[in-house]
Structures are given as C-alpha cells and as structure tokens.
C-alpha cells in the first residue's frame, strides 16, 4: 500500500450559483473559496484589464509626492532615488528613474550594500548624498522605518519622499511625503502591493502619454512583484497578469537580453520562470556582487550592452549558485561528522568561510535533505550572521524567541528567521536549543501537510475545466494552483521518462476516458503501481498541447493506493497477518517436483468484477454439497464480505472462515469453508466444490494446490492476472525495501543511542516509523524488520505485550548483508515469485 508523502486535507464543496455564468462549477467553487463571489469581483479576476486599476490618487500623500517631484524637476534640483538590493528593489528602481528621465529630471541612484549597510536608510549614506549636492531622495520599497534617518536628512537640507509597502512602525517619518497603502489612514483599496506596485502607482499619477514607458513599466512591476512574493490577486494580479503578456515581447532591453540568454524569447511566461529565473539573478547582484550591475542592465538603453550586462549577471548567478553548492556540502561534512542529524532537534551550524548572502538558501536545502530546522551562520569578526529555515508544524521564531537574550538582533517568522548573534554564544546557543526541545517531539508533529481545494468525481475531469482552469492564472502566492484529488482511477499502464528515468508517465482511466498523468520525480513508485489496480490522486489538472494534440493531463502531487480500511478489513487483516510467517514458509516450500501440465486444462476466466464472481459463486452452491473458497488476500477477502453484504441470497452464516487450517480442521468436515489463506491444502477441505477466488500467490503454490485435490471435485478458477496486484501489495505490508530498512536502522540508532532506552513501545514505534517512511504497513512488517535485524546480529529483544525489551543493540559499522537473513529472503523470494508468475498468467 503507498500511503503518499503527504496527509492531505481536503477543502469542502462550496454551494454556488452556475445559473448567471458560463464558468465550470468547479471554478466557481475555487472562486468562491478565494472569496470572489459576486458578478463584478468574478469579472474583475477572470478577465483583469488594465482599466481595472485604482486611481493612484487615492494613495495617501502622492499628491504631495507628485508636487515635490515637479518642483525638483521645474527648479532642475539633483534627485537621488534610494532603493533596495533585491529583485523588488531594484525594479521599483528602474521604474523611478525611467518616470524621472521622462519628466525631464537627470536622477542619480544609490543602493545599499547588503553586507555593509545592510536594508534602508542609513545616516552615512544620506551623509554621501547630500555632499553631492542633492536636494531630494525618493525612496523605493524601503523608508517608512526610517524616522530618525529622516531628521537627520532634513538638517542636511535634503528632503525625503518615501515610497513603500513594509509595514509601518508607531514612529512615523516626518517626510514631505509617504506613498505607503499599509498606513493606517490611507484609504487605498488594496493594500498588499508590493514596493515596484507602488512604483509603479507613483508613475500612474503622472499620466505620461507614452504607450511603450508604460508597458515597459508593467513588465518590471510583474517581474518585481513575483519577486516579493506578495498575493496575487486584485491589482497585483492585474499588473502581473498583463505583465507577463507584455513580457513575451518584451520593451526593457535588460529582460530582453536575460529571456534571449536563457532560451526564453518569444515564450509564454508564467510565475515560475519568473520567480525561478529571472528574480534569482537580480538577487545574486545584491548576494555576493554589487546590485547595480542588476540596475544597470534593467535602466540599459543600448541592446549590445545590454546583453553584455546581461552576461555578467549570468556569471554572478553563477558563482552564487558554487557558493551555495561548496556551503552546502562543507555543511553536510559536519553534520555527518557530528552526527548532527541524529542527536541534534534543531541542526546549528557555523564557519568564518561562508558568505552571509547565501546562509538562508544553504538553510532551506539542508531542512529538505535532513527534515530537522537548521540555522546556518557566517562568522566575522566576533559576530555570526544567521538564517534559520523550519519544518512545517515547528515554529521556529517562536524555538528561538525563548533565547532572545543571545542574539544581537533577531526577527522572521515561523518558517523562516535571521539573526546575528556574537561567536562566543553560538555554542550555547546549539546547547540550549537541544536541551529544549526533544528530537522525537519535532519528528512526532512534522508529518507534511498537502491542501487540497477539492475532490473532483471522474466525471469532472475535462478538457473544458482544464482549459478554464488556464483562466486562473497567473498562479502564485495568494492565488495558489488549486490542487485537486481523485479517488479510484484506474491504472492501465505506466512506465517511467526522461534520461534518468526519475519522471512517472501514467495512463488512467476515469469513467469512460483516458487521462494521461505526468508525475515528475516518482519514477520510484512504477515497481508498485505495477501490481496496483486503483490509486488515489493529487494533481494539478493542466492542458497538454503537444505535437497538434491538446488534452487534459494530470500534473501528479502525491498518489496513494488505498483501501478503505473499515472495521470488517481490520479485522480480517489481524487474524490474516497473525498466521502469516507460517504461511510463507509453506508458499517459499518446493518440497516436492510437480508436473507442469497440472492445470493444461484448468481455465483461468478473464477478468470478472466482484458482483460475477458472487452470481457464479451462488450457482456452485448447492445443499448436498460441501464448496471451498480459497482466497489469498485480506483484501479479497473483504471484497467478497461486501458483496455478500448486498447479496440476500447467500450469506457468511452459510460459510466455515477459517485462517489457519490446522488449527481449524475439525469445523471443515461439515460446513462450506472460506479459507482466508494462502496456503491451504485443498487435500484436506474434502470438498466437492474448490472456488478459487482470486489468484494463489505462486506457480509453485497453485500446482500444489491442485495436485492436492481429490479427483472428484471439481475446480472453479474466477482470478485472472490482475488479482496478482493484490497479493504483490500483501509484501509491501509486511516486506521492506532497502531504503526502508537503512531509514529503520537510522531511526532505531538514535532510539537506542548510548544504549538508553532498553523499554519500547511498539506502538510508539510503529507511528515514528510511519511518519518517517511515509508509508502504510501492518505490524507485521514492524516484527519481520525486527527480525530481521535480529538474524543480522544486531539487535536482540524479546516482545512482552505491546512492548520490546532491548537486550542488545549494535550500531554497526560493516556492510549490512541481508543474505544472512532467513527472514528477510523468505520475503524476498516471495515477492519475486509474484512477479515471475505474473508473467506467466
């Protein structure tokens, strides 16, 4: 059974009103969910023009910003505009000084260094600006924290329009003007744009007539305000939306030059290439270079140069991303030489030879590789400048708040927070953490979260909703892809794509159509999906268009393969489970050698549903006669309980259940048998009748099993092929893989390290273990892993109840070789046969 990398959550269905709109009831329910409910709000996101944005007067303050900016330009004052390092920094930037250029103005720019100067205003850097002869500073995306640096601007005669999107602090700059729609008695409409939306909104209230400065302002505003990562939805979305159509061709030469450098000419762009492209390299610049180089590419005039420039931050980017890369692996060698991942909650890690401008990104890789929060530090001087990145489900502001003493300076939020802190506190720091907070706590509440917006029924999946769907974009934050999940879709083929063979390529079935699903990276499930019948899918339905072709295709998420594990299958699997390692030494048995025409005239029926197989199994029935149904699995086992649920012909009254045969002998002679049992000697039952109702788990088995049979009888086949699935699944509930087992060892080494706990809970254990391999198994697998361990000579135990006495533990060093487990080939050769006979039918 695959249990998914993720619990999902699934949203509830919305009630909507689908008689006023030609929209899917599917996107009306996403809508609704958005809170987009009403004719003008669905017009307004489905179809958002440019003559859908507010009148940028209703900003607070941009009339005076407006008249100050013409007074510098009529009396030809210097105008510097101060911006920010980062994506939206640098295109607020841009936006200005091209407005400025138009109106008249010959502006000048300053951009703080990250390193030195760190974010916003700063009195050496108003110092410089006004010893050269500057009167007016216009801020972008940074400012209104700046009370202080202000004043001190206004006794060098310099006065200060200050245009942002950070919250505001209590003290408020006393600026000619504050273009900010977060502040409190602004009474702008929207109030989430990011620093370039303001830049952008600034322009606007100049009303220039020029159609290419004002698509070419609408491109840099898209670009920046993916880049910051602000909702996209009501403006934002306008102005990323039309953005992004603009950008296929684009005007700025600068983007021009980075879309041509990257194979992205002419291409349709989406919030992804953006976010994932081109953002990162107008970030390098302000990581580890200078950002100017960023701001001159994007104010560039001249194509040649442009692409020049364009180069140069492409090297940037490049070197960024070596940085990151040697940081990343430095950092593993000590965690692995520390054995952080294994005793340490909270991973802290530190060298005077990494750049602080890459920490964060350093930190986020190392929680997907480890699953543990890790803050990584550049030490400088006696101070350490951090980023700490969490898990879901850990608050890891909240972890550190609680040593608020230690750190020079601290901030963030749950998933994410900088700091800096002296060197000589970066020890306690690491101590006191993981004296707080216990490893298996964090491990115990991080099981992954996927939100699903809705489950569809078969039907829904179309070309039409795919295409709607397309209506949506662009996606991003706070206008998230819907996710949607689809149970029982039918597995017709699958293999695996691309030169790796990493990617998954399914063909489903819904209804009575096929879905093509792409599932890229989980080309590691084909072997299972291989003997699946049914999954469950999470996916992001998407139009295809390839090769003249356009349909529906299912982007994949997660998958499982379900059961619906009500309180009848429990109890079948318990008792089918409980006898079953005394089964597999019967099924891996080749005792004796038999003939191979055993069954040349037994025929296999094909495929049949469960409502067949009881009409034909009713017809069999007879009074003077005794019939055996041999099933193999729980799972047809509880298929068959269903249907005789619904069946008033026949009930499981009339029926014998056994599991074990030996035990369970003496009730057969009588009664009609239900052999829930893979093993069963058919030679035994004296039956008149032998059903089998779904396929044995082996040649070897079947054969037997016929062989076994008196001659009287007579012999029912209703499997086929298809049922091997079931029995392939039975192994991924008792049987693991490599991988699981090296995750097991890791996990029970911790468990066990310096040999403390010598008293387990099973239960316990079963729900870490769970969660770590993000699979579905019984606890019969648990006891075989344990097993196995224990005939590999590195455990000892014995089971008392719900508990594990450790009696011994060894953490061993050498190559484990699971040759020299009995238990571990019994299942090995069991699950092959499977496949090996699966083959053959």
């Known amino acids: 059974m695959i249990n998914g990398n993720y619990k999902w959550e699934i949203g509830t269905k919305e009630e909507v009103d689908i008689a006023e709109n030609n929209l899917h009831p599917v996107i009306l329910q996403l809508l609704k969910k958005r809170g987009i409910i009403t004719q003008e709000q669905i017009q307004r996101y489905i179809y958002p023009k440019l003559s859908y944005l507010y009148d940028p007067m209703l900003l607070k303050d941009i009339d005076k910003a407006v008249e100050r900016i013409k007074k510098a330009i009529l009396n030809k004052e210097k105008i510097v505009v101060y911006g920010d390092y980062d994506a939206d920094g640098i295109t607020s930037c841009a936006i200005v000084i091209k407005l400025l250029e138009k109106l008249g103005a010959l502006p000048e720019y300053y951009i703080p260094s990250r390193l030195d100067e760190g974010y916003g205003l700063n009195t050496d850097a108003i110092q410089t600006i006004a010893d050269t002869g500057a009167k007016l500073i216009i801020t972008v995306d940074n400012g209104i924290s700046a009370a202080e640096e202000v004043e001190f601007a206004k006794k060098l005669g ?138 001159e590419l994007l104010l560039c005039k001249d194509e040649a140069k442009a692409y020049e420039l364009s180069s140069s931050l492409e090297k940037i980017n490049q070197e960024r991303q070596a940085i990151e890369v040697k940081i990343f692996d430095e950092a593993k060698v000590i965690i692995e030489k520390e054995n952080l991942a294994d005793k340490s909650s909270i991973i802290v890690i530190s060298n005077s030879n990494w750049h602080p401008g890459v920490v964060g990104t350093v930190a986020s890789k190392l929680v997907e590789l480890y699953k543990r929060p890790c803050i990584v530090i550049s030490e400088n001087n006696g101070e350490g400048r951090g980023s700490g990145r969490s898990i879901p489900g850990f608050n890891l502001f909240e972890a550190l708040s609680e040593f608020s003493d230690l750190f020079m300076k601290f901030g963030g939020h749950e998933q994410a927070v900088g700091l800096t802190i002296k060197t000589e506190n970066i020890r306690k720091l690491t101590d006191e953490l993981n004296c707080r907070f216990n490893i298996n706590d964090i491990e115990l509440i991080t099981e992954p979260i996927l939100n699903i917006d809705l489950e569809l029924n078969q039907d829904d999946i179309s ?110 699997e318990n008792k089918y489970y409980a006898n079953f390692n005394s089964y597999l030494t019967y099924l891996n048995k080749n005792d004796r050698q038999v003939p191979n025409d055993i069954y040349k005239n037994k025929f296999i029926l094909p495929g049949e549903n469960p409502k067949a197989k009881i009409d034909y199994i009713k017809s069999v029935l007879d009074p003077k006669q005794k019939t055996a149904i041999i099933i193999n699995t729980p799972y047809k086992a509880w298929e068959f309980a269903k249907q005789l649920q619904e069946c008033d012909d026949i009930s499981y009254n009339e029926f014998e259940i056994v599991y074990n045969i030996d035990s369970e002998l003496p009730k057969i002679l009588s009664d009609n048998i239900i052999a829930i049992n893979p093993a069963f000697d058919c030679g035994k039952a004296c039956c008149d009748n032998i059903v089998f109702y779904d396929a044995p788990f082996n040649e070897n088995i079947f054969k037997k099993q016929l062989a076994q049979i008196l001659p009287d009888a007579k012999i029912h086949l209703l499997f086929n092929k298809e049922d091997l699935r079931y029995n392939y699944l039975v192994c991924r509930r008792i049987f693991p893989t490599i991988d699981e087992l090296k995750i097991i ?97």
């Open 745 to 841: 060892y890791q996990v029970l080494s911790r468990l066990f390290l310096n040999g403390s706990n010598n008293l387990l809970d099973l239960n316990l254990l079963e729900d870490i273990l769970k969660k770590q391999l993000k699979i579905d198994f019984n606890k019969a697998y648990l006891l075989n892993v344990l097993k196995v361990f224990q005939e590999m000579d590195i455990i000892r135990y014995k089971i008392d109840g719900n508990y594990m006495h450790i009696l011994d533990y060894k953490k061993n060093g050498r190559k484990i070789q699971l040759e020299f487990s009995d238990t571990y080939m019994n299942l090995y050769l069991l699950k092959k046969s499977i496949i090996d006979f699966y083959s053959k039918l």
């Open 463 to 572: 070309l039409e909703l795919a295409k709607q769907l397309e209506l949506m974009e662009p996606f991003g934050y706070g206008n998230t892809k819907p996710v949607f999940a689809c149970k029982n879709l039918q597995i017709q083929t699958s293999r695996t794509v691309g030169s790796d063979f990493k990617h998954l390529k399914l063909r489903l079935k819904s209804r009575e159509n096929n879905i093509e699903a792409i599932g890229f990276n989980f080309g590691g499930y084909k072997e299972d999906l291989d003997m699946a019948s049914i999954m469950d899918i999470a996916f992001f339905l998407e139009v295809n268009r390839w090769n003249g072709n356009v349909e529906p295709q299912l982007n994949i998420k997660d998958l499982k393969v379900p059961f619906f594990r009500d309180e009848l299958l429990i109890k079948i």
């Open 158 to 295: 310099l006065d200060i329009v200050i245009t942002d999107h950070h919250e505001p602090s209590q003290n408020i700059p006393n600026a000619v003007a504050i273009v900010n729609p977060k502040q409190r008695d602004c009474n702008y409409p929207f109030k989430e744009l990011a620093g370039v939306g303001v830049a952008l909104k600034l322009a606007c209230a100049f009303k220039i007539n020029d159609a290419a400065l004002e698509k070419e302002f609408l491109e840099l505003a898209a670009v920046g305000t993916i880049a910051d990562v602000v909702p996209l939805l009501d403006e934002n979305r306008i102005i990323v939306k039309n953005g992004l159509a603009y950008l296929e061709n684009p005007t700025n030469n600068g983007l021009k030059a980075m879309l041509t450098q990257m194979g992205l000419s002419n291409a349709t762009l989406d919030t992804g290439k953006i976010g994932y492209l081109i953002a990162p390299r107008l970030n390098a610049a302000g990581r580890i270079g200078n950002p100017e180089t960023a701001l």
